[in-house]
């Protein structure tokens, strides 16, 4: 063993030789510089993270439209009793148009805690082509067509399957609540804060209510909004809508990353065995780099 390593460094002095006499240049790090340069590693890998946090905020903020602040629902993946009552909102308020075409009937009801049967008969109310109710295993659509969602809207009311994703909840949850009366909107009598001119039909309005823009001082010809304002109440309270809106986000959220909170937990065990392997990595370095100086 020793003959082994003395003939290592024998090799390695005797390639050094060779090489100063080309006139390269050679440095042979010591055990005392590796811990330095997985130190300037860990430094460069958490300077990316956090770059790569400060841009995702960036494209969330610029999102919203310029001027509108985004508000941030209180939601929980993992609370069955809002994904129900979101779905039941969402079944019954969004789908007659809009569809979330990524997302079975049954694996809803597989993921928050409902039987098939209660599905079939509290969240599916379309038919398929023959007039026959819609199975439980079917993607969630409507039977809007192409031709006359954009007869009706101008456009084809999107697949919602990814919102959450594209736009984010808090995007979602604000664009919810900031529905306003617009005379000049002669289709649908209503405009938002946060997508202005938008096609969509305040849907939600007799529980809401309907509220109309307060305009802050003239500046540049125009007169901004500042907010809104309640002028006709709803069938709920503010605080029943913002909740209700709270679910309808949860449950988009959800349809967006079904395997969310599955992946949260299967990640965890995986950035422990991460560690871990890291440690076992190290100790394998430092044996072998043990017999260089």
Same mark, same amino acid.
């Given at each position: ?85 979101? @779905?039941?909102?969402? $079944? /019954? ?5 809009? +569809? %979330? ?6 694996? *809803? ?76 909107? @002669?289709?649908?009598? $209503? /405009? ?5 001119? +938008? %096609? ?6 007799? *529980? ?86």
């Amino acid at each position: 063993m020793n003959d082994h390593h003395i003939s290592r460094r024998q090799r390695a002095h005797e390639q050094a030789i060779r090489m100063q006499a080309q006139g390269g240049r050679v440095k042979v790090l010591s055990k005392t510089d590796e811990p330095g340069k997985i130190q300037r590693l860990l430094v460069l890998t958490a300077a990316a993270v956090l770059v790569a946090g400060s841009l995702l905020y960036v494209t969330e903020s610029r999102a919203a439209g310029a001027g509108v602040h985004l508000e941030s629902p209180r939601i929980d993946q993992s609370n069955d009793k809002s994904l129900q009552r979101g @779905a039941a909102a969402f $079944v /019954n308020y969004c789908m007659a148009c809009h +569809t %979330a075409g990524y997302q079975r009937y049954s694996r *809803l009801a597989q993921d928050v805690g409902l039987s098939e049967e209660d599905v079939e008969k509290n969240l599916i109310f379309t038919t398929d082509k023959l007039g026959e109710p819609t199975k439980v295993g079917s993607l969630m659509t409507n039977n809007m067509t192409t031709d006359y969602g954009k007869q009706a809207f101008g456009v084809v009311p999107p697949n919602l399957s990814l919102t959450a994703r594209s736009r984010g909840v808090d995007w979602i949850y604000t664009y919810l609540k900031s529905y306003y009366v617009d005379p000049e909107k @002669a289709t649908t009598g $209503v /405009n938002n804060l946060v997508y202005p001119d +938008t %096609a969509m039909p305040h849907v939600l309005w007799d *529980l809401q209510g309907l509220q109309s823009p307060v305009y802050g001082e003239e500046a540049h010809g125009s007169r901004p909004i500042t907010g809104l304002e309640l002028t006709q109440e709803g069938s709920m309270s503010p605080d029943e809508y913002d909740d209700l809106v709270a679910d309808i986000t949860n449950f988009m959220a959800y349809v967006s990353d079904p395997i969310k909170e599955t992946r949260h937990r299967v990640g965890m065990w995986v950035m422990l065995f991460l560690f871990g392997l890291l440690g076992v990595t190290y100790l394998l370095k430092k044996e072998y780099w043990k017999d260089v100086v």
